[in-house]
């Protein structure tokens, strides 16, 4: 039948029980009159709680439903709110027709087809207290041939109540809470629906969804307009204002059905892993995806070297941002790096950790370097048990593979006392675009620990003159004043003089990870001792396992033959946190082991020179 009806129509709203799963279900009953407004003022859907487990969904007056019979639509709005069983009447223009369908909300649907409605249901949803986004709650319905129309919930609610043993989070402002979960929770949900019968709901689009909005604390219960359905890895994360988050993920299925609400206590815990819980360090090193923080109010361990007491104190108390200002590798980050209540955070790619070193500056509000950190991501690092009792790291320090390769096999090349590295073997090919943002700098005047920490990303030069036996090869040989002096930077005991028998004692400067340090003289004497290793043409296996790689070294003109390939004929080398003091032209030198086809040893060399670290475990006491 074909006609237009212009009386007014009785509308019965019947709305299934929205009830939690256990244990007592939540009795819900509205009705609303309808006529055709000339405006929209939008949906005004809430609920009104009555204690834990119970309340009652209102529409609330000016609501719009809309009305359609395939080809044509209409809105009905509701005059009077309420929360009653009474039945009231629409007055509207009806469309052609005897089908018609109902959405509710109006602006929730993208049509009826085939008997199957489409409504979608949003990610992103906005905090309502003790309620949910009325905006993103759909109903559907068919009217049956009297023309009443039986509205069933095309979702449902998840009730998300954050608690923690912290109790200093209760109450702190939250940025955002997100749930996830194995299935699709929003996007386009289906709904195969005839009057009277079961609705059956297929959700496609994405597995979380987020509530953010003013006045959102800690501990608040957060209502979440889900689809139907069982949802395994069910984990919530809330991410405080500071930047810190805290997460949990539910052992068990959070199932929750159409009409329904299931309410979720969840017990969070800080989110980051502490790098630096332990002990803090110049190099954090990662294996596997997840959230990391790590502070960064201290520099390195915190331990200033004698040498530099007169200008250096370890905290730092005005950071005010990170910047990421080289990625050697591949980019490992899923979120931006985040600086917060003095701990730098970030946050990986979830699947599989790639292989790569982020380089990261603590600044102020000026934009100066406070500190710099090398953050270190590899799965294949790990450790190497020599037959002689020590421990060694199975590569050099930011290496992006353990044997020769055509890329990162030679790892970071640190300037002698420097914690900043500097990027993979280049040869004399390479052009300046490659270098970016590493610089090379020559005047006597930068020559500083200040200007260096200020400026990681530069290679200072040295300024010995041939010739001159009073001048000094040192990339920091001069202290505020401009006057030489010397620094040594990567051991506590140090003394200016080449001591063997000196033990490990790190200090700030040191490049390794919390956990290991660069060797001492001793150390690399005891590993050069074994006799089993043997050299190939891309560098020296000791005791079978521990694999040096022929590196050679930099010098401040990066376009020289100093910075080469690996090959046959260039030595393997490798710092030892020590200096080496000569005679000859009265410079400070550092040593450096070496190895080549069928020799080995000790030397030394300029400070100003970059070349690999090789990281040798603190041995437990």
Known sequence: MNTKIHTAALLYLVLASCAREAPAPMHVATGFTASLPSGSPGSRTSMKMDGVGTGTLVWDTDDAVMLSNGSQTMSLYVEEGGSTTAALYARASLLDGTDFYAVYPSASTSGYESGVFTVEIPSSQNYVPGGFDRETFPMVALCDDKRNFE????????????????????????????????????????????????????????????????????????????????????????????????????????????????????????????????????????????????????RGNGRVPASCTDILDSPITDGQNVYMYHLDGEDFLMEPLSYAEGYIFF???????????????????????????????????????????????????????????????????????????????????????????????????????????????????????????????????????????????????????????????????????????VPVYSEVEAMLAIEENSWSNNGKLIDGQLFFPASSYRYINIYSNYWVDGSSGVRAFFWCALPHATTAKKNRRAVRPWFTTGAKGIGNGPRTYAIPVRCIKDQEL
């Open 151 to 298: 509205f069933r919930n095309a979702a449902s609610l998840i009730s998300v109540v954050p608690s923690s043993d912290d109790s200093s989070l209760a109450g702190q402002a939250v940025a955002r809470i997100t749930i996830t979960a194995a299935q699709n929770m929003a996007g386009t949900v289906s709904v195969a629906y005839e009057a009277g019968h079961e609705i059956e709901t297929k959700c496609t689009g994405t597995r979380s969804v987020s509530i953010s909005g003013d006045g959102l604390r800690f501990g608040d219960p957060v209502f979440f307009v889900v689809a139907p359905g069982s949802y395994t890895e069910f984990t919530v994360r809330v991410t405080l204002q500071n930047g810190f988050f805290y997460k949990t993920t539910l052992p068990d299925p959070v199932t929750v059905d159409r009409s329904r609400w299931r309410q979720v206590e969840a017990v969070l815990n800080g989110g980051y892993t502490d790098l630096s819980e332990q002990e803090t360090a110049n190099c954090y090193v990662i294996t596997k995806p997840g959230s990391y923080r790590f502070r960064a109010n201290v």
């Open 347 to 517: 946050t990986t790619v979830e699947d599989e950790l790639p292989t790569g070193s982020m380089l990261v500056s603590l600044r102020n509000a000026e934009g100066i370097t406070l500190w710099s950190w090398h953050i270190w991501a590899n799965p294949q690092i790990a450790d190497v048990a020599l037959s002689n009792g020590q421990t060694w790291m199975n590569m050099n320090l930011g290496a992006l593979h353990t044997g020769f390769s055509s890329n990162g096999y030679n790892g970071y090349y640190y300037q002698w006392g420097r914690k900043d590295p500097f990027i993979q073997k280049y040869t004399t090919s390479t052009g300046a675009s490659a270098l970016a943002p590493f610089k090379s700098h020559a005047s006597q005047a930068d020559g500083s620990i200040m200007n260096a920490i200020e400026h990681p990303e530069i290679f200072y030069g040295g300024y010995h003159l041939s010739g001159n036996n009073d001048t000094i090869e040192d990339w920091a040989m001069f202290n505020d004043d401009n006057e030489p002096k010397y620094y040594d930077l990567w051991n506590m005991d140090c003394t200016g003089d080449l001591q063997t028998e000196l033990p490990a004692a790190k200090t700030m400067f040191d490049p390794c990870p919390a956990g290991y340090h």
